[in-house]
């Protein structure tokens, strides 16, 4: 298996797709969920893409899909290293063929190629670190996905396994400087072994799911602690509101795909 030299490198653009009519109807066991106001969501969404847009990144926008309710998590059609993107299987069949717009505008700048049955992968479960990446066998990605993953991108992949849990990157995400933000549970796991971990704190979980761009880490508004912990690290903090994502158990990293 020919292993690519630099995995961890910069990222150029930002491939991205607002919030549809559906959203409201979206996969979550949220307590708040009912509560999910589209427009605000749209207002929200509209910053985070200025924001991107802000840091340097193209923001390629795919045309709203009011098919599905969960269209706007772009990260979790695919995984890409390089000039291949592996397209992923999603695991819940509400969301399979939210990836066909994905496809086909990935085409233009990349080889692609599928996961096909029995594996899933969502990119929710995949960190890109270095010259490896971390992935989740978790309720969304299974061993089989992992293993085509592995394969078709031609890089290694070490994988945290936690059936419990829905996405790898609600719990743990790669800043840079070979730093981690994870919680306090995720930090400990042997992958994570020998890099720095700033563990936030139970009450902020939710800010585990954390975006960088350059130097610059993207933390949900609202976690103050975190938010703290990382400015020491010496990153620029921006905070944005992610208040209706939340909602449906999407963060940061779940509205883009860069690449």
Excluded: W
């Amino acid at each position: 298996m020919v292993i690519q030299e630099v995995l961890v490198v910069s990222r150029t653009r930002a491939l991205v797709r607002e919030p549809g009519k559906l959203f409201p109807k979206c996969i979550s066991s949220h307590p708040m969920r009912q509560t999910i106001d589209v427009k605000k969501a749209r207002a929200q969404h509209r910053a985070y893409c200025d924001m991107l847009s802000e840091l340097g990144l193209e923001v390629i926008h795919l045309p709203r899909d009011d098919r599905f309710a969960d269209s706007c998590f772009a990260e979790d059609t695919a995984v890409i290293v390089g000039q291949k993107a592996l397209i992923c299987r999603l695991a819940k069949t509400s969301r399979q063929g939210e990836e066909e717009a994905i496809e086909a505008m990935l085409q233009q700048y990349l080889s692609t190629s599928r996961v096909i049955a029995p594996g899933t992968v969502e990119g929710g479960d995949v960190i890109h670190h270095q010259k490896t990446l971390i992935c989740g066998i978790t309720q969304r990605t299974n061993r089989s996905g992992a293993q085509q993953m592995e394969k078709y991108l031609e890089v290694p992949v070490e994988t945290i396994e936690n059936s419990q849990i829905i996405h790898l990157k609600s719990h743990v995400t790669y800043l840079s400087r070979n730093t981690f933000v994870a919680t306090k549970s995720m930090a400990q796991h042997p992958v994570l072994k020998g890099f720095k971990a700033l563990i936030v704190p139970d009450e902020e979980r939710y800010a585990a799911n954390t975006l960088t761009i350059g130097d610059t880490v993207l933390i949900p508004k609202g976690y103050p602690q975190t938010k703290s912990l990382i400015d020491k690290a010496g990153f620029t903090v921006v905070t944005l509101d992610m208040s209706e994502f939340a909602k449906c158990e999407g963060a940061l990293t779940c509205l883009s795909l860069l690449f």
